[in-house]
């Protein structure tokens, strides 16, 4: 069995990535540091393979899945991302355009056309690292937050196709709320709770979308989030989701 998992120099990534070895599956793993990846492989030895790539661009996503779909492989794994933190009106745009690329973009991109592979076959698993910010509107990390409701959204609306095609593939939304990772800091945000180890979030992304869960939100605290929305006003959600930004900052 083989991985391609985007996003593995660092954070959920990188753990995926051991998460999958440890359970006897090769990986390849993609992601624009180069020695990161070189530091992986040497770790997880004859078990990995490492592929410099920018997702944020959408031609080396076609190439990626160019060079990788001989390979035939098992399991797609969409983990590159990062946010940014301030009022919309203030934050760089250009930084949050490569947000979305490489947020959005990629996963759209790389998902589309690896799930037409997966279907031919009738077999494979995708697993998109999301987040639990997928399910709100984000004041102070708005973009963030927009790219990861995309996700979340396209992910849904895609497990719903293939549970009417009789599909035997399976796609995921890993939607985690705080993870120990770097996203703090290129975010330049503190998390206002603690935050699960990303070792917890790959080991659960993993059993999730093999066990076929649409939706994999890790820790119960996280979980009654989702369940408190349905019950308050978007607007007082919204409001609530404004206070704890900014206490990130």
């Not at 009789?166 to 890993?174: G, P, T």
Request: proline share 3%; charged share 25%.
């Amino acid at each position: 069995m083989i991985a391609l998992v985007t996003g593995a120099s660092s954070g959920i990534g990188r753990d995926i990535a051991r998460e999958l070895v440890a359970r006897g599956w090769d990986v390849i793993i993609v992601a624009r540091r180069i020695e990161r990846l070189h530091e992986l492989k040497n770790e997880l030895g004859s078990h990995a393979k490492c592929i410099r790539c920018d997702v944020s661009r959408i031609e080396e996503c076609k190439k990626l899945h160019e060079v990788i779909q001989p390979q035939n492989i098992d399991m797609l794994v969409n983990c590159a991302g990062f946010g940014a933190c301030g009022f919309f009106d203030e934050t760089d745009l250009d930084t949050e355009l490569e947000m979305i690329n490489t947020n959005l973009v990629a996963v759209h991109v790389l998902t589309k056309l690896f799930l037409v592979d997966f279907i031919r076959k009738n077999r494979g698993y995708i697993l998109n690292v999301a987040s639990i910010a997928g399910f709100f509107a984000g004041p102070y990390m708005a973009a963030y937050y927009a790219t990861k409701n995309y996700v979340v959204s396209m992910t849904g609306a895609v497990s719903e196709e293939l549970r009417q095609k009789k599909s035997r593939v399976k796609i995921s939304a890993l939607c985690p709320g705080p993870v120990d990772t770097e996203f703090n800091d290129v975010a330049r945000v503190k998390f206002s709770s603690k935050p699960i180890t990303s070792r917890m979030a790959a080991k659960q992304g993993i059993d999730g979308v093999m066990k076929g869960k649409t939706y994999i939100v890790p820790a119960v605290k996280i979980k009654m989030l989702r369940f408190v929305k349905r019950l308050l006003p978007d607007r007082m959600i919204t409001h609530f989701c404004f206070g704890f930004q900014k206490k990130k900052k």
